[in-house]
């Protein structure tokens, strides 16, 4: 599985971007997605999942009414809508698949992981 993600870039708080991870080397649909998130010195974290059965999403508590994870099966991509962000959300954003489920993913779970893509938002 290769998996390449972008849309990345340096926006102000209050502003918006959507992220996009393109799947390639195995059936898109029989793998759950996810975001996770890595500041400078930090820990990754889980950002979003959607799970490959049934599409069910799972966030972290940090983005939920602000974030939202799709995935078009036509194109094998998988993306991030990002509204409202704010500087805490900037970060290096790297997509994954998995096997398992959404609510596994949002607990780290990740298969595969993708290039990173860039998040810098401004004050």
């Known amino acids: 599985v290769q998996l390449q993600a972008s849309g990345g870039g340096l926006v102000q708080a209050g502003d918006s971007l959507r992220l996009s991870c393109v799947f390639s080397?195995?059936?898109?649909?029989?793998?759950?997605m996810g975001w996770f998130r890595q500041r400078t010195g930090e820990a990754r974290e889980s950002v979003a999942a959607?799970?490959?059965?049934?599409?069910?999403?799972t966030y972290a508590d940090s983005v939920k009414g602000r974030f939202t994870i799709s995935r078009d099966s036509a194109k094998n991509t998988a993306y991030l809508q990002m509204n409202n962000l704010k500087p805490e959300d900037t970060a290096m954003y790297y997509c994954?698949?998995?096997?398992?489920?959404?609510?596994?993913?949002?607990?780290?779970?990740?298969?595969?992981w993708g290039t990173g893509t860039l998040v810098t938002v401004s004050s």
């Open positions: 959607i799970s490959w059965r049934d599409s069910a999403t």
């Open positions: 080397g195995r059936t898109f649909s029989t793998y759950s």
């Open positions: 994954a698949a998995s096997i398992v489920d959404s609510r596994s993913m949002i607990r780290g779970r990740g298969d595969y």
